[in-house]
């Protein structure tokens, strides 16, 4: 499976992944979110983390 977006997307993806976990995390601890809002941002993470490993080249190392 090889899902591809440009590589500007992706950045952006990863970017906003890194620095919003950290965000979600302290909403969350000063209760400004529950634990749907949690679950969601997680999915989102793995989504994010599966698109980044199926885009691994396996012929590489």
Do not use: C, H
């Not at 919003?20 to 999915?43: C, D, F, M, R, S």
């Amino acid at each position: 499976m090889n899902i591809n977006p440009s590589p500007g997307v992706r950045k952006a993806l990863y970017a906003l992944t890194a620095i919003g976990t950290p965000v979600v995390v302290y909403l969350q601890a000063k209760g400004y979110i529950g634990a749907t809002e949690v679950a969601l941002w997680g999915a989102e993470v793995t989504v994010v983390s599966a698109m980044a490993g199926f885009n691994v080249d396996s012929t590489e190392g």
